[in-house]
């Protein structure tokens, strides 16, 4: 034992005037601490490819965590704000362990009774700018976080006093590149667990394009792509193009009943 934490632990550690379990803890502890350092490092050197390779399970559904993490290892963090809608009752989303980490910021979803933590509101196109400036969200925090399983990209779309630096959506996974399509706008949808909702990662990767924004991944479920702000992607993230960072839906997600007959929007 004394051999192997003695390339992570100072001499002082390692000291017999320590008691046993206090000593492995701090070891345990410094080891973490040197492990984490080196993955931020390797970060950094080379441009990040493939996201999956990142996925991590805290709090999020989908290891969306880790993503989240290697994205922010990879740029660095500024206001660590965030604001997140879709949320249900905060349990499982993108954000809850960003604010255990000491973030701040708000979620969104309209649950009721609203659960702790979480504003009771129904966001649509008309009113996001409305309550982004209602709970006082700044210029430019880190990260966005949509997911309301139907006007996505309308309400993203909606969004214009507000520059994320990061962006993670939802995206229609049963609609591969190079299709680009996206629900037809209802300010009173609701998903009724068919294959129509949201839109196609095409469709979304243009949108952000025309905001600013990179497209520099998917979960390995199919569920969410990742963007990040064009000023911030230069030499940090491989170029890849819309199909090749598309996934499928694969477990525990398969892609819902058929939906005929809906009118889908074409978009450029």
Known sequence: MRVFFRRWVPKRVLDTTYPLRERLSRACDHAAVDARRFWQLQL??????????????????????????????VIGETNRFFVEFGVEDGAVCNTRRLRRRGWEGLQMDPHDPPHPGVQREFVTAENIEILLDKYQVPHEP???????????????????????RVVTIEYNATIPPPESRTIAYDPGFRWDRTDYFGASLEALARLGLSKGYAL??????????????????????SPRTVAQHYRPYGAPHVAPAHAPGRAWIEVA
């Open 44 to 73: 950094m050197r080379q441009p990040i490819s493939d996201l999956t390779d990142f996925e991590k399970r805290y709090s999020s559904q989908n290891g969306e965590d880790g993503i989240i993490q290697a994205i922010f290892t």
């Open 142 to 164: 880190d990260l966005l976080s949509i997911d309301v399983d139907g006007n996505d990209w309308w309400i993203w779309k909606a969004i214009v006093s507000r520059r994320p």
């Open 216 to 237: 520099v991944g998917c979960d390995s479920r199919g569920v969410n792509a990742f963007f990040v702000r064009t000023d911030w992607t230069p030499g940090r993230f």
